[in-house]
C-alpha cells in the first residue's frame, strides 16, 4: 500500500493554454486529444481508449512544456479495476503516484487530472489486477475538468492520521474531490462507502509537493448511502486541505 499528503495555501493555476489542433502536442501514443464530458467518461470502451490487460503497462509521454495538465480516465466493462497510475518527470523522478482500486468500472470509472508543471512528462498506467480483468484507459490534455471555485473555497484542513467524511444525497451521482497541501507532500486515502465498511472504491495517493502538483479527481456515486472519506494518512506534521462537493446532481 502507499504511504500517502494537501493545507492552507494559494491555490495554482488550472489555465490550460494549450493549442487545440496542433498535431504536436498529442502524446506519444495512439490517443487523441478529445473533448472532456459527463459522456466521455463514462463510455469506458470508446475508440480513444487502449485496452491494458492484467499485470500490462501503458504509457503517454508528453514533451510540450505548453501542457500544465493531463486528465486520465479508466474503467472496465463491469469488472473491477485496480491499478497504479504514476507521473514521471525525467529519469528516475516519480514526483505522483496513485493506487486505484473500484468495485466496478463500468458503473464507477475513475477520472483525475494530473498536473504537469514542466515537461517533459509520461503518464504511466499499469494494470495490477489478474489477466482476467483487463481495464480501458485514455488521457487527453483538451477541456480539462478542474475543481469548480466552491470546491476549492470550501476546503478543510485535516491533520496527519485525521479523517473526515461527506455523505451525499441519492440525487448526487458523481462527486468532485479537491486535495493540495502548502508545499509539503501529499499523503490521503480517498474511500467511496455504500454502507457499513462497503468500500466500494480506494484511492491512494502520493504528491511530493502537494501545491505544486495538487490532486482532483471525480468520483462516480450511483445509488443511495454514498459516503465519500478523506484520511489524511501523513504524520501530525503534514496537514492536508480537502474538500468534496456534488459534481453532478439528477434533479430528476
Known amino acids: 500500500m502507499l504511504a500517502l499528503v494537501y493545507s492552507n495555501a494559494v491555490i495554482p493555476s488550472f489555465t490550460l493554454n494549450t493549442p487545440t489542433h496542433n498535431p504536436r502536442y498529442n502524446p506519444i501514443m495512439q490517443i487523441p486529444a478529445e473533448v472532456s464530458s459527463r459522456k466521455s467518461i463514462m463510455d469506458e470502451y470508446s475508440d480513444k481508449s487502449v485496452l ?95 475543481p469548480t471555485r466552491e470546491c476549492i473555497a470550501c476546503s478543510q484542513t485535516i491533520q496527519g492520521g485525521a479523517l473526515r467524511t461527506y455523505p451525499f444525497d441519492t440525487a448526487v451521482q458523481s462527486v468532485e474531490v479537491f486535495i493540495k497541501t502548502d508545499g509539503r507532500p501529499l499523503n490521503a486515502r480517498i474511500e467511496v462507502l455504500q454502507g457499513p465498511n462497503n468500500n466500494k472504491e480506494v484511492i491512494e495517493v502520493y504528491s511530493e509537493d502537494g501545491y505544486d502538483r495538487p490532486f482532483f479527481c471525480i468520483l462516480e456515486t450511483p445509488g443511495s448511502g454514498n459516503v465519500v472519506r478523506i484520511v489524511n494518512t501523513a504524520p501530525m506534521e503534514f496537514p492536508i486541505t480537502a474538500s468534496a462537493l456534488p459534481y453532478y446532481v439528477n434533479h430528476n
Open 52 to 146: 491494458i490487460q492484467g499485470g500490462s503497462l501503458r504509457t503517454w509521454s508528453y514533451s510540450s512544456p505548453l501542457i500544465k495538465q493531463v486528465q486520465a480516465v479508466i474503467s472496465s466493462e463491469g469488472r473491477p479495476v485496480d491499478a497504479d497510475i504514476e507521473l514521471w518527470n525525467g529519469p528516475d523522478n516519480t514526483p505522483l503516484k496513485m493506487r486505484v482500486y473500484v468495485e466496478n468500472g463500468r458503473m464507477r470509472p475513475f477520472t483525475c487530472v494530473i498536473d504537469t508543471p514542466r515537461s517533459p512528462n509520461t503518464i504511466a498506467i499499469r494494470n495490477i489486477g489478474q489477466y482476467e480483468f483487463p481495464m480501458a484507459a485514455k488521457t487527453y490534455i483538451n477541456n480539462i475538468d478542474n
